[in-house]
């Protein structure tokens, strides 16, 4: 049993429940809130297979704390920063800065770097025209108990997010300078990106014509620094196939391995780049949703575009988003707080 947004839910019994490797590092702490990064695939607080493999549980036995709850939710699938607070007289003040959205949230992720698509519903705003970044995507989005996907329909706005090209220097050396290679040959993903970017903006005239084109003859990539690979002003030499600092070639993420397994066909590859992800408002799925709907599915996202179902083991390609800062004023010191988490990308 634990208590979130007033409510007490309780928790089936769990038996024989599967370990999560993977563990939190609590960031801050004080008599009121702790603060943690959390990994990918651990559930924030129980649900259905979960419940000791949990950040809540774990902190409660950490601390001894039984009293200890989340002031928000996050998703399994997405790590990055999570408050919880320490005293039950303390739940309600802090669990409402997140519901009056009085938290600045931002999030980063790996989507793919193409022309951004039209969305079926709701609206695209340029907020530094003509540019197509940054934008302002508006919509409704629905979410069914036991549906797993969450999906926009026609109607009252309910869902904003402010959507930004991030660069390596977002957040200082938080995830470093990564790069993907090919393992044999240096074929790179350079015109794929260069048209991304110009054709971007046709994309969102009534004339445009969507056209890309593909990265040829890449093999099973390999992570490496770009220490070794890029020259001052994008120059090659050493670091020959590298695709500039703001994106990164993948041969394939997340069910794109077990469906090239499953079937034999070699998966498409596929060149990404970082977003900055700001949500106004805090809608299941929204932020993967909103991505999907351009056109831009967040990479290792096994439900969008389509649902699929890996192995509750398998912890192979997780899904590319993190809660990357959270900051508000304390309501009860009244001092800014700001926490960044340090969970790399890629």
Same mark, same amino acid.
């Given at each position: 049993?634990?208590?979130?947004?007033?409510?007490?839910?309780?928790?089936?019994?769990?038996?024989?429940?599967? @370990?999560?490797?993977?563990?939190?590092?609590?960031?801050?702490?004080?008599?009121?809130?702790?603060?943690?990064?959390?990994?990918?695939?651990?559930?924030?607080?129980?649900?259905?297979?979960?419940?000791? &493999?949990?950040?809540?549980?774990? =902190?409660?036995? &950490?601390?001894? @704390?039984?009293?200890?709850?989340?002031?928000?939710?996050?998703d399994?699938?997405?790590?990055?920063?999570?408050?919880?607070?320490?005293?039950?007289?303390?739940?309600?003040?802090? &669990?409402?800065?997140?519901?009056?959205?009085?938290v600045?949230?931002?999030?980063?992720?790996?989507?793919?770097?193409?022309?951004?698509?039209?969305?079926?519903?709701?609206?695209?705003?340029?907020?530094?025209?003509?540019?197509?970044?940054?934008?302002?995507?508006?919509?409704?989005?629905?979410?069914?108990?036991?549906?797993?996907?969450?999906? @926009? $329909?026609?109607?009252?706005v309910?869902?904003?997010?402010?959507?930004?090209?991030?660069?390596?220097?977002?957040y200082?050396?938080?995830?470093?300078?990564?790069?993907?290679?090919?393992?044999?040959?240096?074929t790179?993903?350079?015109?794929?990106? $260069?048209? !991304?970017?110009?054709?971007?903006?046709r994309?969102?005239?009534?004339?445009?014509?969507?056209?890309?084109?593909?990265?040829?003859?890449?093999?099973?990539?390999? =992570?490496?620094?770009?220490?070794?690979c890029?020259?001052?002003g994008?120059?090659?030499?050493?670091?020959?196939?590298?695709?500039?600092?703001?994106?990164?070639?993948?041969?394939?993420?997340?069910?794109?391995?077990?469906?090239?397994?499953?079937?034999?066909?070699?998966?498409?590859?596929?060149?990404?780049?970082?977003?900055?992800? @700001?949500?106004?408002?805090?809608?299941?799925?929204?932020?993967?949703?909103?991505m999907? !709907? =351009?056109?831009?599915?967040?990479?290792?996202?096994?439900?969008?575009?389509?649902?699929?179902?890996?192995?509750?083991?398998?912890?192979?390609?997780?899904?590319?988003?993190?809660?990357?800062?959270?900051?508000?004023?304390?309501?009860?010191?009244?001092?800014?707080?700001?926490?960044?988490?340090?969970?790399?990308?890629?």
């Amino acid at each position: 049993m634990w208590q979130y947004g007033g409510m007490t839910e309780r928790h089936r019994w769990v038996g024989d429940e599967p @370990e999560i490797p993977f563990d939190y590092d609590v960031i801050y702490e004080d008599s009121g809130i702790i603060v943690i990064d959390k990994p990918h695939f651990l559930a924030t607080t129980p649900r259905g297979m979960w419940y000791r &493999q949990t950040a809540l549980i774990r =902190l409660r036995e &950490q601390f001894g @704390e039984p009293d200890i709850a989340p002031a928000h939710r996050l998703d399994r699938a997405t790590a990055g920063i999570v408050v919880f607070t320490r005293k039950p007289r303390l739940r309600k003040t802090y &669990q409402m800065l997140f519901q009056k959205h009085m938290v600045a949230k931002t999030y980063e992720c790996l989507a793919p770097a193409a022309p951004i698509a039209r969305p079926q519903y709701g609206t695209i705003a340029r907020l530094d025209p003509p540019a197509v970044f940054p934008l302002l995507r508006r919509s409704r989005i629905v979410k069914q108990r036991g549906i797993l996907q969450a999906y @926009e $329909r026609p109607g009252e706005v309910n869902a904003e997010t402010v959507i930004r090209l991030g660069i390596d220097s977002d957040y200082g050396d938080v995830n470093g300078q990564i790069r993907w290679e090919t393992m044999h040959g240096h074929t790179d993903c350079e015109r794929q990106r $260069r048209l !991304a970017g110009s054709r971007a903006g046709r994309l969102m005239g009534d004339d445009a014509e969507e056209q890309t084109e593909t990265c040829d003859d890449v093999r099973p990539a390999r =992570l490496i620094s770009t220490a070794a690979c890029a020259k001052p002003g994008g120059g090659r030499g050493p670091g020959r196939g590298c695709i500039g600092r703001n994106a990164i070639r993948l041969h394939s993420v997340g069910h794109d391995f077990r469906s090239y397994a499953a079937n034999g066909q070699r998966p498409r590859p596929v060149c990404y780049r970082r977003y900055i992800l @700001e949500p106004k408002t805090g809608k299941t799925h929204q932020l993967r949703v909103h991505m999907n !709907a =351009l056109g831009l599915p967040i990479a290792g996202d096994d439900l969008y575009p389509r649902i699929n179902y890996p192995d509750y083991d398998d912890f192979s390609a997780p899904l590319q988003l993190v809660a990357r800062s959270l900051a508000f004023i304390d309501p009860i010191s009244d001092e800014l707080r700001r926490f960044v988490s340090r969970v790399p990308l890629g």
